[in-house]
């Protein structure tokens, strides 16, 4: 990567998108996983305004139950560490512990089973105002990993990212997405780490905004949008098989890389906006759908395929979306607020239009949108902060780790513009 690439407006650009990956991450995280917006509402006083702790009870989680079942007696002849949970365990359905607290009702808005309101804990339970979630906490591991090897190395990073996961202490998150857990299953049963990441094909929520976070990141550390596509796969292929992951990344790049060198930010947007399709099947139709089979997991292979791989024929307008459709009618009627890409980019793209790509206001209506909101908003908040020169420094100031992201984002930045990074 040529030194000069970079200019001073860009500098700054790249770490305002490092930090508005952090604040989007942490304003959504009490509110992440509401699908039912007025329950936001209800919840916080009107909807989230700043920071705030992950209330309990959370109204709709179904987090109590999940499932992690590595092969203990396989690992343990290797001498692979399998626990990734730790003091989270109890909240999980696994193959070395007992879930004590039952499901025995079923959530009205996506269908899932869920425990007796006292039971429903938080997805993150127990993080403080402003703390970021595990999805941020492993972007922090890359960044280290770039920082103490002076470039990028993706064995580097799957060490870390091992060590992380089964070192007790080191994750405050109970919440654990079905890739990690999918992924350690693999590792328990003696796959090779590059190997363990799950398939979209076999499980849906692989094809997740949690493969785009990372991805993004290394992405930065190219000299083009051309290498830096490149690189955005090979890491996202490291934890998440998804053929949805990769079309979203073949847009965010460029997008991305055209902010971070200065772009008109909204001119930009609404350029690569017109490579996405939007999917045919609406938000509010997917979610009846789950109701009708009593939680995505109810619907056949088949037609979860269709309802994720229809796409509109007509490339996705988002400047006339914003005139015509109000934000209500656009969040979870025409887009789905769960995890997959194809609904997310569209969703995300709207609310940096609709919001002049400000960097606050965007990512508030991004967690007030609820759904997979943390998730979305990491990637929301790298476009709205790579367009912005300057950042609200109230929000940096409000983070947890505040003075230990400052030093590791100025630190990263350097292998950025070092012209070796890759």
């Known amino acids: 990567m040529s030194t000069n690439r970079i200019t001073t407006v860009s500098r700054k650009r790249l770490q305002n998108a490092l930090w508005g990956l952090f604040i989007g991450d942490a304003l959504a995280m009490p509110a992440h996983w509401y699908y039912r917006v007025e329950n936001i509402g209800k919840v916080f006083d009107g909807g989230i305004r700043d920071f705030q702790a992950p209330p309990h009870p959370h109204l709709e989680s179904f987090m109590v139950g999940m499932s992690?079942?590595?092969?203990?007696?396989?690992?343990?002849?290797?001498?692979?560490?399998?626990?990734?949970?730790?003091?989270?365990?109890?909240?999980y359905h696994t193959s070395y512990s007992r879930l004590e607290i039952k499901s025995t009702e079923r959530e009205k808005a996506h269908g899932n089973p869920v425990p007796g309101l006292e039971d429903r804990y938080h997805y993150h339970h127990g993080l403080k105002a402003g703390e970021n979630t595990l999805a941020a906490q492993l972007v922090r591991v890359l960044m280290r990993s770039v920082i103490a090897g002076e470039r990028y190395d993706p064995d580097a990073f799957i060490e870390a990212f091992i060590a992380h996961m089964t070192t007790p202490g080191q994750n405050r998150d109970p919440y654990t997405e079905i890739y990690i857990r999918r992924w350690f299953e693999n590792y328990s049963q003696g796959l090779p780490p590059e190997d363990c990441a799950e398939l979209q094909r076999r499980v849906w929520s692989i094809g997740s905004h949690g493969g785009l976070i990372r991805a993004l990141v290394v992405s930065m550390l190219a000299g083009s949008s051309y290498q830096g596509l490149g690189m955005a796969v090979e890491h996202q292929n490291l934890t998440h098989r998804s053929e949805n992951v990769?079309?979203?990344?073949?847009?965010?790049?460029?997008?991305?890389?055209?902010?971070?060198?200065?772009?008109?930010?909204?001119?930009?947007?609404?350029?690569?906006?017109?490579?996405?399709?939007?999917?045919?099947?609406?938000?509010?139709?997917?979610?009846a759908a789950y109701r009708d089979h009593q939680g995505p997991g109810n619907i056949p292979q088949r037609d979860m395929w269709k309802f994720h791989t229809l796409l509109a024929d007509a490339p996705y307008e988002v400047?006339?979306?914003?005139?015509?459709?109000?934000?209500?009618?656009?969040?979870?009627?025409?887009?789905?607020?769960?995890?997959?890409?194809?609904?997310?980019?569209?969703?995300?793209l709207y609310l940096a239009k609709a919001h002049d790509v400000a960097v606050e206001p965007a990512l508030l209506a991004n967690a007030n949108a609820g759904g997979d909101n943390v998730h979305r908003g990491m990637v929301l908040g790298l476009l709205v902060g790579a367009a912005n020169n300057d950042l609200p420094e109230h929000l940096k100031q409000g983070l947890i780790a505040g003075n230990d992201l400052q030093a590791e984002i100025e630190a990263f930045s350097d292998v950025a513009l070092s012209g070796h990074a890759i």
Not at 71 to 79: K, P, S
Request: net charge negative.
């Open 68 to 91: 992690y079942q590595p092969d203990v007696a396989a690992a343990e002849r290797q001498g692979r560490p399998f626990d990734i949970l730790h003091a989270h365990a109890r909240f």
């Open 246 to 287: 990769t079309s979203a990344l073949g847009v965010l790049v460029p997008l991305l890389q055209a902010l971070l060198a200065g772009a008109d930010p909204g001119r930009a947007i609404s350029t690569y906006a017109q490579q996405v399709h939007a999917p045919q099947v609406t938000g509010e139709q997917l979610f």
């Open 319 to 348: 400047d006339r979306l914003v005139r015509e459709e109000a934000e209500s009618a656009v969040v979870n009627q025409r887009f789905a607020t769960a995890c997959y890409p194809e609904h997310g980019l569209p969703l995300l």
